[in-house]
């Protein structure tokens, strides 16, 4: 068999189609890469800062606004207390020389006439005392002072406010702390007895007078 040799311009022509197949085949490899999509690129972390900025202003604007309204409140409870009714000081001297008047009224009597002498204090004494004293009255003291033949005499030597509530109307009440001494005689004891009492009456004004409503003894 003969083998036939390509010429030099056949050679030539064969080389130039190579290249021209090489050069097609790196113009085809570069374009698939420039239009191949790039990947997605991690999407970046959000900005800590300012997100953990927000809660922390809108915490001290809360802070801020509650101290605000508590300091309004505060101011508001000073003026309505500054500014309320309160018990003057006529209503409060009125109440003492009351007190004065009735302790000694109703720490003062004797056996002969114990009964004229609750008569005329009741009128003196309000609920809840007023029944307290009648029933006392009844039951202890009168069967003691006229079995003893006793006579008690009482004398308020002082005697001040303690405190008071209310607005100086219907209803105020004012407590009192007196000083009271007791002289007392009986038959069988001529010469007088001083007990010294602390007393505190709590004087109610009823209408324009003050009521004893209570009565305590130390």
Do not use: C
Request: no cysteine; glycine share 6%; aromatic share 4%.
């Amino acid at each position: 068999m003969v083998v036939e040799h390509p010429t030099a311009g056949e050679r030539d022509d064969v080389d130039e189609a190579v290249v021209d197949a090489l050069a097609a085949d790196r113009d085809l490899d570069d374009s698939a890469r420039t239009s191949a999509p790039s990947a997605p690129s991690a999407p970046s972390a959000p900005s800590a800062t300012s997100e953990e900025k927000a809660p922390r202003t809108s915490a001290g604007l809360w802070v801020s606004a509650i101290a605000a309204t508590l300091a309004l409140a505060a101011l508001v409870g000073s003026l309505v207390y500054a500014l309320r009714p309160n018990v003057g000081d006529g209503d409060r001297t009125a109440a003492v020389g009351s007190a004065r008047t009735t302790l000694e009224s109703l720490l003062s009597y004797s056996g002969a006439s114990f009964d004229k002498h609750v008569d005329e204090v009741t009128p003196q004494l309000t609920s809840p005392f007023r029944d307290q004293f009648t029933k006392v009255a009844a039951t202890d003291i009168k069967p003691m002072a006229v079995k003893n033949d006793a006579t008690v005499q009482a004398k308020v030597y002082d005697a001040g406010v303690m405190d008071a509530t209310g607005d100086g109307g219907e209803g105020t009440t004012v407590r009192v702390m007196a000083f009271v001494n007791q002289a007392t005689t009986t038959k069988a004891q001529q010469a007088p007895a001083i007990d010294q009492n602390r007393v505190i009456a709590t004087m109610r004004k009823v209408g324009d007078r003050w009521l004893v409503s209570e009565l305590s003894a130390y």
